[in-house]
């Protein structure tokens, strides 16, 4: 579409017809290349972004909506917006996480794309636990526990697999239905997870190199897991902290190991790492990947993954990439560009209803534009 | 459409359809009323909101994105993204404003609607200076100064004239090119503008009742007018601050009125009040329609209007409502409700290229599930 206020739409079926082309490890794949290399070579000089901001409330339930904006400096902003309303699989049969990503032209401020984020950011997440799991957990097959068997613990056990030969996996679930289809939910060729009671799970952490924790846990009912029987050089993926109050680990094991965190302001806010001060906090996840840390492959490490939202914008970009070369998406004019900029009411001329408005010589009665 | 995760999409067209079948003049006048009811009757326990955020730049011009935030609590979370690129005008013929907004349930955090909300922008803005001249301007007929002749200056006087009548219209643009064409962009039964000279314009501030300041001026380089020969109850409109640096009114001239900020926080940021201390604000535009504030018509007032994002969510809504009434608007699957709120990858079953998920029997080539 040639108006250069056009926006492509990227729905759930264009994503599908994505990796459907792509082939979902590839698509995978990429996204782990790429989130490696941009964080690797990350500047904050190029890149600018926000904490996550939001309302987060107990009325009607409790839940949030918020947004994580991104720029990269001279090209675009992303705005993922993302609403968590964790009893919305029981109760509604909707997933927890919703999430769609905006993209803007920072040279007009259009909206350029809009796009399905739901699906990416459980990707992204698997794709940023995998990257970190490479680097920080013992070198060679991992064997992995993962505490809490919904969406995301497909995508983390996905995505480790595609860095990492899984040797076996330990899951748990508070809720056994959610973890009984667990295995019928992975990609084939990934070892069928062993599911164990929440109360027997702490006894398997002996045998571990891996542990991710994914859970919903309501706000105070934390820890999930309890390390203390770990292996001395575990690497453990948090993903689940992501709200104020809501933690997975227990704060001892927490204290006992390198806390990595994805993105130090938001994380001392939701992340595991609320509930430490800044200096006790390691290297960040861009410190990690830069080479600016020292090595952790034979510490405890934790990832406390609260999801950046640069992450968002290299996936939603890496989507519309695969989205333009096979001509997906339906191009909508939200805005269009008009014939004189300073004419709030140009669209209205000619319309019956609008007949008040001069209208240069056309007085055609349009009532509708569609 | 069934899915309560599909989203109604409005676009430019869908806008101009609601106004043809409505009425500009008749969607202006329901505009105005809902500000003025639900402004008047604000109450912060119902209704939260965040002043905007964003990112400003330079590069690769003058610009910024920003996102402005309201939640009717247990009800919806409304989130406008504007682009504003004060070059856009003159360089690729575009609006210097551009917005959408988007509506999320709170109860699901699903994305209801996407709507257009540049025109709904400068709609609100224009209703939401007529409801304060009317309740801060001197009785009877208004005689009406205008400093900047682009798209705002159009709702700001046709916004006004539903309320009172206009017996003069003085306008002035630093582009004469752009002042020349504000009487033809502007609905019929309105007086026709005088258009005179910047440099002339301070000499007919005492005429002047009622005076609307919407100029792109850059960063320091204002004051726009100057208003020292003022009526002594002269009410001026300050639409055009929105930006840290940029201001439009001459301090002496502020510090002399009583200004009204339409959202506290944010005009101490960037608004005409970034200039003030918090102890020089006058009544906030809620405290003057709730019936809070004391009597001001005898008074210099100036309304600091920088836009409150619950103006939009209002806006937004009036949209919707008349586009569902009209079975107007595009449904659209961003995210689609899953059989398995567990499974990320359910829409990729049965897909050739992910063949390597189990499929629950369903094996069939499907590469494009549009």
């Not at 990796?19 to 996204?31: P, R, T």
């Not at 509604?92 to 999430?99: D, E, I, M, Y």
């Not at 070198?139 to 990492?164: E, K, M, W």
């Not at 790492?273 to 960040?284: F, M, V």
Request: proline share 6%.
């Amino acid at each position: 579409m040639s108006d250069p206020l056009a926006t492509l739409m990227l729905d759930v079926d264009d994503l599908s017809a994505v990796i459907a082309d792509v082939g979902l490890d590839a698509f995978m794949d990429e996204l782990i290349a790429e989130l490696r290399s941009e964080i690797g070579s990350f500047d904050a000089a190029c890149v600018e972004h926000q904490i996550r901001s939001g309302f987060n409330y107990e009325t009607p339930e409790h839940g949030l909506v918020e947004w994580m904006p991104t720029m990269v400096v001279g090209d675009v902003v992303s705005v993922k917006t993302v609403g968590y309303h964790p009893a919305n699989p029981q109760r509604r049969g909707l997933p927890s996480v919703l999430a769609t990503t905006a993209l803007y032209d920072t040279t007009t401020g259009s909206l350029t794309t809009i796009c399905e984020a739901t699906l990416l950011t459980a990707l992204r997440t698997g794709a940023a636990s995998a990257v970190m799991t490479d680097v920080l957990a013992a070198p060679g097959p991992v064997t992995l526990g993962v505490v809490g068997c919904g969406a995301q613990a497909v995508t983390q056990i996905h995505a480790i697999s595609r860095l990492r030969s899984i040797e076996s996996i330990v899951a748990t679930d508070i809720d056994p239905s959610v973890a009984a289809t667990l295995s019928s939910r992975l990609p084939e060729g990934l070892p069928v997870p062993v599911i164990i009671d929440s109360a027997d799970f702490n006894d398997r952490v002996p045998d571990l190199s891996v542990v991710c924790t994914c859970t919903s846990v309501p706000i105070g009912d934390g820890a999930v897991v309890d390390l203390a029987n770990r292996q001395p050089n575990l690497h453990v993926n948090a993903v689940g902290a992501d709200f104020p109050g809501k933690t997975e680990l227990d704060l001892d094991d927490l204290r006992a190991s390198v806390v990595i965190p994805d993105v130090v302001e938001q994380c001392l806010i939701e992340g595991e790492s609320q509930r430490l001060d800044r200096d006790e906090l390691g290297p960040s996840m861009t410190d990690v990947l830069r080479g600016d840390a020292p090595p952790l492959v034979e510490s405890f490490t934790v990832f406390d993954s609260t999801g950046w939202s640069f992450e968002d914008l290299i996936a939603a970009r890496l989507f519309r990439m695969h989205a333009e070369r096979l001509g997906r998406g339906t191009w909508v004019s939200l805005q269009r560009t008009p014939v004189d900029p300073y004419d709030p009411y140009e669209t209205l001329r000619g319309s019956s209803a609008t007949a008040g408005l001069r209208s240069s010589g056309n007085l055609a009665l349009v009532r509708d534009h569609g």
